[in-house]
């Protein structure tokens, strides 16, 4: 499985976008999927996570009421709408899915720069 994120950017205080992470190889093995955000000098950390059919959601409290997580399995993408963003959001966002393969395994993607300025 390989991950690719797009739609990353410079955006104001207070604006929105949205990030995609488009899915190849095995895409019929995937299972549960996320997005993970690494800011300068921090450690990666959970932002949102989905379950495989995308009935079952979790977010950090950091970004709960603003960020919205969603896959489209017919098209092997999954979504990241960021509404409300602050300059505390400004870090490389990846998406990480899990999947089997003789295996369990996870896959990421190569991230993508949001930068939120003041």
């Known amino acids: 499985v390989q991950l690719v994120e797009s739609g990353g950017g410079l955006v104001q205080a207070g604006g929105a976008l949205r990030l995609s992470c488009a899915a190849s190889?095995?895409?019929?093995?995937?299972?549960?999927m996320g997005w993970y955000r690494q800011a300068p000098g921090k450690q990666r950390e959970l932002v949102a996570a989905?379950?495989?059919?995308?009935?079952?959601?979790n977010y950090a409290d950091s970004v709960k009421g603003r960020f919205t997580i969603s896959r489209d399995n017919a098209k092997n993408t999954m979504y990241l709408q960021m509404n409300s963003l602050k300059p505390e959001d400004t870090a490389v966002y990846y998406c990480?899915?899990?999947?089997?393969?003789?295996?369990?395994?996870?896959?990421w993607g190569q991230g993508t720069q949001v930068t939120v300025s003041s």
């Open positions: 990480k899915a899990d999947w089997y393969g003789s295996s369990w395994r996870t896959a």
């Open positions: 190889g095995s895409t019929f093995s995937i299972n549960a």
């Open positions: 989905i379950s495989s059919g995308g009935g079952s959601t």
